[in-house]
């Protein structure tokens, strides 16, 4: 199993970026998908979650109305589109899948990680 995190990078505070997760290995539409994200010294915090079939979706509260998430359960890929990005939104972006988007709540309850990619936001 083998989740494939994309699209970190370098951006201005007020702009944009998008990421993406490749899944393969699993059936991803069988999974919750969706993304952590952590800070240096920091712990792993929840970003946002998307349900099987796409019409659940969760985010924590900083986020709320600049993050979306997404996903194409054809090409088994998951996006987080994130806009009007701030400097506290740096940090090492983390895909991941587990059976219920309650199981969300908990890093520990996931059942499998991405490798991360890194967010950096610049004043």
């Known amino acids: 199993v083998q989740l494939q995190a994309s699209g970190g990078g370098v951006v201005q505070a007020g702009g944009s970026l998008r990421l993406s997760c490749a899944a393969s290995?699993?059936?991803?539409?069988?999974?919750?998908m969706g993304w952590f994200r952590q800070g240096p010294g920091l712990d792993r915090d929840f970003v946002a979650t998307i349900s099987v079939n796409g019409e659940r979706t969760a985010y924590t509260n900083s986020v709320k109305g600049r993050f979306t998430i997404s996903r194409d359960n054809v090409k088994n890929i998951v996006y987080l589109q994130m806009n009007s990005l701030a400097l506290e939104d740096a940090a090492v972006y983390y895909c991941?899948?587990?059976?219920?988007?309650?199981?969300?709540?908990?890093?520990?309850?996931?059942?499998?990680w991405g490798q991360g990619t890194l967010v950096t936001v610049s004043s």
């Open positions: 290995g699993l059936t991803s539409s069988s999974y919750s």
């Open positions: 991941a899948a587990a059976k219920s988007i309650t199981d969300f709540q908990n890093a520990n309850w996931i059942n499998y």
